[in-house]
């Protein structure tokens, strides 16, 4: 079993940032993508970045150049750094592991609210 928890949600002003973190625990070994996903109220969850084990990553187009996803292995951590934010972004950001995107194993979620 995998625990996701994420930390570092907020509110902030249009133009802000945030850091999101996601600490993994448990049998990580089986987790070799990871990524964010977000659900902004009334639409369906999305696909914000991924990262695999190797370092690789994928990002939606709406947060290119805006937003950098990144893993700490030794730790088992992971961060999606969020710049020039938009008040779309505005959304309940999730954080992901597993062997696909979208894997098997989900946090509970953080709320970040980008205001005007």
């Known amino acids: 079993q995998v625990q996701l928890v994420e930390s570092g949600g907020g509110l902030v002003q249009a133009g802000g940032s945030l850091r999101l973190s996601c600490a993994a625990s448990g049998s990580i070994r089986s987790i070799t993508v990871m990524g964010w996903y977000r659900q902004a109220p009334g639409k369906q969850r999305e696909l914000v970045a991924v990262?695999?084990?190797?370092?690789?990553?994928t990002y939606a187009n709406s947060v290119k150049g805006r937003f950098t996803i990144s893993r700490d292995n030794a730790k088992n951590m992971m961060y999606l750094q969020m710049n020039s934010l938009k008040p779309e972004d505005t959304a309940v950001y999730f954080c992901?592991?597993?062997?696909?995107?979208?894997?098997?194993?989900w946090g509970q979620g953080t709320q970040v609210t980008v205001s005007t």
């Open positions: 992901n592991g597993g062997s696909t995107f979208a894997g098997r194993y």
């Open positions: 990262i695999t084990s190797g370092g690789s990553t």
